[in-house]
């Protein structure tokens, strides 16, 4: 038998989280946004310290960095009015783009997890939990019959 490489082991490993389904998926584009978002505020965060005028980096240091890129993960529209160097406007550029592909991504995981969910339900396979239901399986001409002898035959049962 071959001897399983790392990045076989990552790829079974990735793919069995995978197919747990939409919670494991948005867990994966969590963790993906948070490594992105933290990369891209430490880049530029320690960029400011080396080639800045220390008394142009803003008040609050790393963390004003790491929630101005979460924003624009977050928000695409807050990169309107930016200003400085080129590469800090290209590294906001980088990190809006980003967050738009992670963004789409999450809707397209959480419609496909919804539309599954709404089609396991039509199945109607689903646990039922009531007590006192008369349940009509099928549709035709003599539901109306049927319907007319429950009621005869429950009009002595007392209204809740």
Not at 63 to 70: E, K, T
């Amino acid at each position: 038998m071959r001897k399983i490489t790392f990045n076989e082991r990552m790829r079974y490993a990735f793919d069995n989280t995978m197919s747990r389904g939409t919670p494991a998926l948005i867990a994966w584009l969590g963790i993906i946004s948070l490594a992105l978002v933290l990369i891209v505020s430490l880049v530029v965060y320690v960029l400011k310290l080396i080639f800045s005028d220390p008394a142009d980096v803003p008040e609050g240091g790393f963390f004003r960095y790491f929630w101005m890129s979460l924003m624009r993960t977050l928000d695409p529209g807050t990169m309107g009015g930016d200003e400085g160097n080129v590469f800090f406007l290209f590294t906001m550029l980088g990190i809006t783009l980003g967050g738009i592909f992670i963004v789409s991504t999450l809707i397209g995981v959480l419609s496909s997890g919804i539309e599954s969910k709404i089609e396991e339900l039509r199945k109607g396979r689903s646990y039922v939990i009531e007590e006192g239901h008369t349940l009509i399986l099928g549709w035709s001409e003599q539901i109306f019959t049927v319907i007319h002898e429950l009621v005869v035959a429950n009009a002595n049962q007392k209204k809740p």
